[in-house]
């Protein structure tokens, strides 16, 4: 059974950065598109940012230019880095994997069929 597990969440004022980290298990190779998606209180889940086997890396508008994804194939990992975080940012962050092709896109991560339990990550002001 596939298995996806994050850590690295956590709680940092406004300006501050965390890195979330997920790492994949009984997956056969290693899965075509990662991701993470995010979902605050109250709200709809939210695509964040995905990335494919050849490194190639997609976001959403909300956090162009402040997080950046990354994976390692070798090692099947995926790691966030999330920089000049704000308030808005709070949420419980999801790692998401299995999608492939146009569904490659931070949209879809949140029907990607395999996910981790999330961690969260609490913005103050």
């Known amino acids: 059974q596939v298995q996806l597990e994050e850590s690295g969440g956590g709680s940092v004022q406004s300006g501050g950065s965390l890195r979330l980290s997920c790492a994949v298990s009984q997956y056969y190779g290693s899965p075509i598109c990662m991701g993470w998606f995010r979902q605050a209180p109250g709200k709809e889940p939210e695509g964040v940012a995905v990335?494919?086997?050849?490194?190639?890396?997609r976001y959403a508008e909300s956090v162009e230019g402040r997080f950046t994804i990354s994976r390692d194939n070798a090692k099947t990992t995926l790691d966030l880095h999330m920089a000049s975080l704000e308030p808005e940012d709070t949420a419980m962050y999801y790692c998401?994997?299995?999608?492939?092709?146009?569904?490659?896109?931070?949209?879809?991560?949140?029907?990607?069929?395999?996910r981790g339990q999330g961690t969260q990550v609490t913005v103050s002001s």
């Open positions: 998401s994997a299995g999608g492939s092709g146009d569904r490659c896109s931070p949209t879809w991560t949140t029907l990607f069929p395999y």
């Open positions: 990335t494919d086997m050849d490194g190639t890396t």
